[in-house]
């Protein structure tokens, strides 16, 4: 089977991390000189909590980049299209429109595409994998993608950054009040996404996993033994679907006998009752609808394994 030692290859997650990590490194070369040409009028205190503030926010992202984990993904998601706005902002706060401005700004576009498609997800993840184990990132659920992160995103941002610049402009009450309020915000925010980074399929020799804490209450585990297949699903499938409602290629799990799965929702709707239990509010379930980030990924890997596919 796959090995985390495959993501070291020349392999797209590798490429990837490589193209992002030098757009990444080039940011300060070219966006750098823009903020201060944008940042001339303000005062030297703005200046000074600008300039640090841009400094931490890179020196965040390239600590991401370097050391790629479960955590450090969520913080990569974060930090790096923040440099969009701030490189956008720098490139049209002077009067003129400088080349080096511009390509900064694109610079943290490509950036950001780059940290949020799924073979980055996919590297960072894997930097977190015990032994023989690959795993394979699930997709947000769309109620989430669709609107509510972005929100949640652009509120962390703005939080980090309102409180010091406020009081940087001698705004006491505001810049206390927004230091504090903000620094909740960032902290509840990135808790509550980093969810989103610890949802996966895991490839294991004796079978797999998916462990998704957003969906079920416990991990599924399903050996070898009990697999009758991983397909993709068809359109007319019955199988309990746990995407929660994420977009893209559906697979669906087969199993040779039903197993106990306990769904989160279920697993809440329960703690209304007194007398329902974690067994009476499990199902028996033969067949599971999960949605990968890279589906012909996780098919070619579970062949690779030894899994029936079909």
Same mark, same amino acid.
């Given at each position: ?40 009028p303000?005062?030297? #205190? *703005?200046? /000074? ?5 841009? %400094?931490?926010?890179?020196? &965040? @992202?390239?600590l +991401? ?17 923040a ?5 956008t ?8 429109i ?21 073979h980055t ?21 769309a #109620? *989430?993608? /669709? ?5 949640? %995103?652009?509120?962390?941002? &703005? @939080?980090?950054? +309102? ?5 940087a ?11 504090l309020?903000?620094?909740?915000v ?33 991990s ?19 199988a309990?679907?746990?995407? /929660? ?7 669906e ?20 009752d ?27 890997a ?9």
């Open positions: 089977m796959p090995t985390r030692s495959d993501l070291r290859s020349w392999t797209p997650e590798r490429l990837l991390a490589l193209a992002l990590g030098v757009l990444w490194l080039t940011l300060p070369a070219t966006t750098g000189a823009a903020l201060g040409d944008a940042l001339e303000s005062s030297t #205190a *703005v200046q /000074l909590v600008v300039g640090t503030l841009a %400094w931490l926010g890179w020196g &965040a @992202g390239l +991401a980049l370097l050391a790629p984990r479960t955590i450090t993904l969520t913080l990569a998601r974060f930090v790096i299209p440099a969009v706005p701030t490189a902002w720098a490139a049209l706060a002077t009067d003129s400088t080349a080096l401005g511009i390509v900064g700004a694109t610079t943290a576009a490509v950036a950001t595409v780059l940290v949020l498609a799924p997800g996919s590297r960072f993840v894997n930097g977190s994998a015990y032994g023989h184990e690959l795993r394979f990132p699930l997709r947000a659920p #109620a *989430v993608v /669709l609107g509510p992160i972005e929100v949640l %995103w652009a509120a962390v941002v &703005a @939080g980090v950054v +309102a409180g010091p610049v406020l009081l402009t001698e705004q006491w009450v505001a810049g206390i009040l927004a230091t309020v903000g620094g909740a960032a902290w509840f925010g990135v808790r509550g996404a980093h969810g989103l980074a610890r949802r996966w399929i895991v490839l294991v020799p004796a079978g797999l996993v998916v462990h998704d804490p957003m969906a079920l209450a416990d599924l585990l399903i050996q070898v033994k009990d697999l009758e297949r991983v397909t993709v699903a068809d359109a007319a499938t019955t309990e679907d746990i995407t /929660l409602g994420a977009l893209g290629l559906a697979l799990i087969d199993l040779r006998s039903p197993a106990d799965v306990l769904l989160m929702a279920d697993r809440r709707a329960g703690r209304k007194p007398t329902a239990t974690p067994g009476s509010m499990a199902k028996d379930v033969s067949l599971v609808l999960v949605t990968p980030t890279r589906p012909g990924h996780l098919l070619r579970a062949a690779d394994q030894g899994l029936p596919i079909a």
